[in-house]
Structure formats: C-alpha cells, structure tokens
C-alpha cells in the first residue's frame, strides 16, 4: 500500500520565521495531496490542498508544492504566528486518505 | 452550518466489552469515513461508507465493523475490546466518493480500554 514519509517530527521556530515541512510517497497513482492541521483535543483540519495537475498553490501565508517525478510535497508556512502552533499532518490518496506520522510545529514568541 | 458531529466524546471500557461511536456528517454529505488516531500518530483508515454501502477497508480485524445509515449518518462498532483499541476515533464527511474530494473531520471520540 501507499507509503507516506513526513519531516521533520518536530519544529520550533521564532514568531515571524518561515517553517516547512516535507512530504515523500510512494504511489505514483496518488493524486490528491492535502494538508491538516490538528490542535490538542480537536479534530484535523484542512488547512490546504493539491492536487496532482498543479505544482504550487498558496493560500495567504500557506503554500504547498508538489513535485510528482521526485513524488514530495510540502507545506511552506510565512510569517509564522503563536496560533500556527499546532501538530501538522500531510496525506496522500489512492482511494482513501494515508496520513504522514505528524510535525509538531512550535512558534516561539 | 454544522460541521461533522461525533459522540459521545470520551468513553472509557474495560477489555472485551463491546463499543459503537456514532458520527452525523456535513448536511448533503454522502460518504463518511472512520479513522483510529493512535496517540502521536497520523489517522490510519478504518472503512469508507457511501450511500449506505461499504467502500473501502482498511487493514483492521473483524472486530471493527461499521454500518452507514439512509441519513447517511454512521456508527463504528468494535467488540471484543483489547488494550491497543485505546485511540482517538475520528470520522470524516465528503461529498463523493472519489479519492480526491475534500474530507472534512470531527472532533473525535476518545476511547479508553482498561
């Protein structure tokens, strides 16, 4: 099945720095590419999504690339805020959504 | 608009009792999903649910089973309860079938077996 490699497992950056997180997979017949973000005691929550006929997509402070040959993604957060702390989870589906182990992101004011 | 509803929200069990969590999705939402979120890892599927038929399974044992029904809401089932069923069940609403549309998540059910 679908193999999904997520880096790094946690993350500290100072308020206002930019983060990234990365993405690899192994099924080159995934293609949809979403990004959760998941704060304690909640639910995941989409927060952006790609998919697989577009390389880059941004939302505000939010961008997501995709690179199928090399078959990574990832989830590039600017000017990052205390709110943006939270555990991010990339996923990739053939069928059914297979989630990456998680980053925990961590803005230090 | 209310988003994916779920309950009840923590349950506490003691090993082989029997347990079924329930799930509303989004209103005009047909397909619902069932998610186990072990504590520091990413949800791993459990099954899949479209108009009131199974759609895709995951890799659990037949204890765990699901029904979805003509509201399209949904109930997971898990008899037999073993220690490492401990997790946070979440569920998952979207509007079809296909792989890539947008699932929209709970807030999840915790269950705690002892």
């Known amino acids: 099945g679908e193999n999904v490699e997520q880096h790094p497992s946690t993350l500290s950056v100072q308020e206002g720095d930019s983060a990234v997180i990365k993405c690899t997979y192994s099924?080159?017949?995934?293609?949809?590419f979403p990004w959760y973000k998941q704060e304690l005691g909640k639910g995941p929550q989409l927060i952006i999504d790609i998919r697989s006929n577009v390389g880059e997509k941004k939302d505000q402070r939010i961008a997501v690339t995709l690179n199928k040959t090399a078959k990574h993604f990832s989830l590039h957060i600017t000017e990052t805020q205390p709110e943006d702390s939270a555990v991010y989870f990339c996923?990739?589906?053939?069928?059914?959504?297979?989630f990456g182990k998680g980053t925990k992101l961590s803005v230090i004011p | 608009d209310a988003g994916v509803t779920q309950s009840p929200t923590h349950l506490i069990k003691t090993r082989g009792q029997h347990v079924t969590l329930r799930c509303s999705p989004i209103s005009g939402h047909k397909s619902v999903s069932w998610y186990q979120q072990v504590l520091g890892q990413g949800p791993q599927f459990i099954f899949q649910y479209y108009e009131k038929e199974e759609r895709g399974r995951g890799n659990f044992p037949d204890r765990f089973s699901a029904r979805q029904f003509p509201n399209y809401s949904s109930e997971l089932n898990v008899n037999a309860l073993l220690l490492g069923d401990s997790a946070l069940y979440l569920c998952?609403?979207?509007?079809?079938?296909?792989?890539?549309?947008?699932?929209?998540f709970g807030p999840g059910t915790r269950l705690t077996v002892l």
């Open positions: 996923a990739t589906t053939v069928g059914q959504l297979t």
């Open positions: 099924d080159s017949a995934s293609n949809y």
């Open positions: 998952a609403s979207s509007s079809g079938l296909a792989g890539n549309n947008e699932q929209f």
